[in-house]
């Protein structure tokens, strides 16, 4: 079987693929689509996170960085695009940006050859399957900071017994 090859795009060369979910908060009352991203490495020590739908970027020195970067644009340019436009024009707003043209098509060209190429791999793409392991991650997490609480409240309530002990004296010492 061949080996999966480079994805590039104009930007630079694909590493990863990504959605991206921006739940309702206070500030963003309305249920959004799930986003498609690609991250693309830049140059050495520079990442592109790119939201596809909304043509939002984030950048970073890593992957991480250059990911949460974009989620966090995502997040405000929705609050704002709520905020400023009334509701029908936010919703056409967002209509608009979904549709595909010559950058975004570059995009999802990429991202799917990335689905293809992961597939070849034998590793899972949909939804269902990343659902599944992402619950097995915060499974372990939960296990983790469960014994991490349980190591803290046993120092806590070493703590609180020390404020307990109101007095102490120690056998075979004299009286002065």
Known sequence: MDTPGKILVKRGEVVGIGKVKIPRTHDLQYEIPMFTFLVIKESEGSYISTCVHLRIDGYGKTVEEARNDMAEDIYHFLCQNFKKLSLDNAWDNIKSLYAVDDWSNELWNAYHEAQIQIS?????????????????????????????????????????????????TTLGEKAA
């Open 120 to 168: 070849i791999q034998g590793r899972p793409t949909d939804n269902v399957a990343n659902c599944l392991e992402q619950l097995k991650r915060l499974e372990k997490r939960v296990k983790k900071l469960e014994s991490k609480e349980a190591r803290l409240l046993e120092g806590e309530i070493l703590k609180i017994a020390e404020d307990l002990i109101v007095d102490y």
